[in-house]
């Protein structure tokens, strides 16, 4: 089983629709997480941290149930520029260091 | 004045050959990576160094060989390259004890042939 999943995709979406989708992970010991984003080509960039009340950035909402070991991701009113890969991210902090975990990513195409 | 830097952007070379790619990073993190991702856009981490020391190695062969001359430069080195080392290599950087994540580079594209 792999540490992070993620629905691949892609989720074709109308702009000014809402997504959602969410990831699972295995280690209950991971204590940090994140969303971020990947364009084509391009180095994944940090979009949001997740906490655990959940948290809101503009059109972005996300969410975090650890019971149940899945963050999830909220995008309301859809653009055309959020059309990307979104990559759940989770992190353990050992004595080692920080380690970041991805998930393979929800690829989002965002159309007219 | 780019965060996190690396170089080449582009490398295309034979089987066989020994290559390097260089990373440096600005923003006075103590902590640098490198991750790997592949065909399946899967990122993998390879290597963490923190303050110059090797701290994270995951299960890379050993033709794979970090340096890290200072907390600002992290090398890497292949030896022997093979097919199955082509992917996107990215440097990424961050401060230990700090939870918002990392800053990556904008990565390598290595090709094999």
């Known amino acids: 089983r792999k540490e992070v999943e993620q629905d691949p995709g892609p989720f074709n979406v109308p702009e000014g629709a809402t997504v959602a989708f969410n990831c699972t992970y295995s280690?209950?010991?991971?204590?940090?997480f994140f969303w971020y984003r990947q364009d084509c080509r391009k180095e994944p960039k940090l979009l949001m941290s997740v906490y655990s009340s959940g948290n809101e950035d503009g059109r972005f909402t996300a969410q975090l149930n650890r019971a149940s070991q899945y963050i999830s991701l909220l995008i309301r009113d859809s653009k055309l520029s959020d059309s990307a890969t979104y990559l759940c991210v989770v992190s353990l902090l050992k004595a080692a260091g920080n380690k970041l975990t991805f998930g393979g990513g929800t690829r989002v195409l965002v159309k007219p | 004045d780019t965060a996190v830097s690396q170089t080449p952007k582009y490398l295309v070379t034979q089987m066989g050959n020994d290559k390097s790619i260089k990373c440096e990073q600005n923003l006075g993190h103590d902590t640098m990576y490198w991750y790997k991702q592949d065909s399946k856009k899967f990122l993998k981490i390879m290597f963490s160094y923190n303050n110059k020391e090797l701290i994270i190695n995951e299960t890379v062969p050993n033709r794979f060989s970090p340096k890290s001359p200072d907390k600002a430069h992290l090398n890497l080195h292949i030896n022997s390259l093979e097919l199955g080392d082509s992917a996107v290599y990215f440097c990424a950087s961050s401060q230990k004890g700090r939870e918002d994540g990392y800053t990556f580079g904008s990565g390598t594209r290595l090709t094999v042939v």
């Open positions: 280690n209950s010991a991971s204590q940090s």
